[in-house]
């Protein structure tokens, strides 16, 4: 899920807008945005807003109250939302390239991916720079500084450095752990490698399997090579590698290291026993009813297990753990973010602005915590409720990168955590491992 993200100077920047909903893209002399300065002054009209909460949860619930309350604040406004989640996307997704998008919606920009800088780059969403830069009426600082800064890459656009989407949400792959067995048996959380083949070895001694694990879906396997990987290659040596072909598996020593680490684990029966078997739900209630003493998961974890973790349950957290000698960064977090965008040709682009803005303010946001465990993309939003550090792991991660190496969509998405899949089943070591992916990556890019 990104570069560092500073406070972004006043710039006045050609933005492609279109004097009114519908139609083509415009090309060139497009119209100005409304004023970065001044647009809460011009807030009129109806907007369409994409959400991701299905009707009937409590999520979209709660995002109906904040439209209602954003409609008794500018009397005559209408916010109507529309679901925007997995099989709304592809008549969404048509909607926009007719020019008829809705006013804000998600999924359509993310800095990292280039299939959605496309969205940008042809003029169909708004540069949110110039109002980022203003200041926040509420707070009094540019609105962009409130943004955790791990996460500029996922919101700017590398082709022409503009912004066009903010995070409403996020979720990042963190390592859990019991902190009350981990405090009761005197294992401190582990910060480096060696000290999680240490914390390993305490758990199996006190009868605890190390490490809860689903066999049953290859990828949250794949975020152990993932997580080593970004710790031994770093983010881009990977990504260059598995997604652009860059070069050869075998030609950076930091990918066998990683899936030596792996094998190491699994040699060493860290995982839960019959993890081959085991669903991901099962093992993820293992770890809460103390079977497990760690999970290496999203951070979605505790909202998604809520009902089955038991009150006096103690979670720890803790960012993947630092390699020694590794050639990647040691504090990148492997993320997704829910990004949110303005489409460039709203009628009513300061009603779509306030919107965002209310959003993501860090009433909002320390609210969705609360209330739906939700992870925020804003400083200072404290971790969701039942997770205590995440936010600190968010602030201390020099920067938030796609997980799985943007992967997803690729045919090195198939077999890369198949053949990670055969290794963490004993069917094949480390070595054996790396020569099937650099086999299968070679017929796959053609070098």
């Not at 309350?69 to 916010?79: L, R």
């Not at 504090?331 to 306030?354: C, D, F, G, H, T």
């Not at 209310?358 to 609360?370: D, E, F, G, N």
């Not at 690729?410 to 650099?438: N, S």
Request: charged letters at 15%; hydrophobic letters at 40%; glycine letters at 12%.
């Amino acid at each position: 899920m990104r570069t560092r993200f500073a406070a972004i100077p006043v710039v006045v920047a050609a933005m492609v807008l279109a004097a009114c909903s519908g139609g083509t893209p415009a090309a060139g002399g497009a119209a100005a945005g409304p004023d970065p300065g001044g647009w809460q002054d011009a807030i009129t009209g109806s907007i369409e807003v994409g959400v991701i909460p299905a009707e009937g949860t409590p999520g979209r619930a709660y995002l109906q109250q904040l439209a209602s309350s954003i409609e008794a604040d500018h009397p005559g406004t209408k916010i109507t939302l529309t679901f925007a989640n997995t099989e709304a996307r592809p008549a969404l997704e048509q909607r926009w390239r007719s020019g008829n998008g809705p006013d804000v919606d998600y999924g359509m920009f993310d800095g990292t991916v280039p299939a959605q800088q496309e969205w940008a780059n042809d003029g169909f969403l708004l540069d949110l720079k110039p109002y980022l830069a203003a200041p926040d009426p509420a707070t009094k600082a540019p609105w962009g500084t409130s943004f955790t800064p791990a996460a500029s890459g996922f919101m700017t656009n590398p082709g022409d450095g503009g912004v066009y989407g903010v995070p409403s949400e996020l979720s990042t792959q963190v390592l859990f752990y019991n902190a009350g067995m981990f405090t009761k048996l005197g294992i401190s959380p582990p910060r480096t490698w060696d000290e999680l083949i240490g914390a390993a070895g305490r758990l199996q001694a006190a009868g605890v399997d190390p490490i809860a694990l689903t066999g049953l879906f290859q990828p949250y396997m794949g975020m152990w090579s993932d997580n080593l990987w970004l710790r031994e290659v770093g983010w881009q040596a990977a990504n260059d590698v598995l997604v652009k072909g860059t070069g050869h598996i075998t030609d950076n020593p930091g990918f066998l290291a990683g899936l030596e680490k792996v094998q190491q684990l699994r040699d060493s029966h860290s995982f839960i026993k019959g993890f081959e078997g085991t669903d991901f739900t099962p093992a993820q209630a293992l770890f809460f009813q103390g079977k497990a003493g760690m999970i290496l998961m999203g951070s979605w974890l505790v909202s998604e297990m809520k009902d089955v973790i038991p009150p006096d349950f103690q979670i720890g957290v803790v960012p993947f753990p630092t390699v020694a000698d590794g050639k990647g960064d040691q504090q990148a977090v492997a993320s997704a973010p829910q990004m949110v965008s303005i489409n460039a040709r709203s009628k009513n682009i300061p009603l779509a602005l306030e919107w965002v803005t209310r959003l993501t303010s860090a009433q909002v946001q320390t609210q969705r915590a609360q209330q739906f465990g939700e992870l925020s993309g804003v400083a200072g939003v404290a971790s969701p409720t039942g997770v205590t550090g995440i936010d600190k792991v968010i602030a201390g991660a020099s920067a938030l990168v796609p997980r799985e190496f943007a992967m997803g969509g690729t045919k090195p998405y198939e077999f890369v955590y198949a053949e990670v899949a055969r290794l963490m089943f004993g069917q094949q070591d480390a070595r054996t491992t790396l020569d099937h992916l650099d086999q299968q990556l070679r017929a796959n890019f053609h070098n």
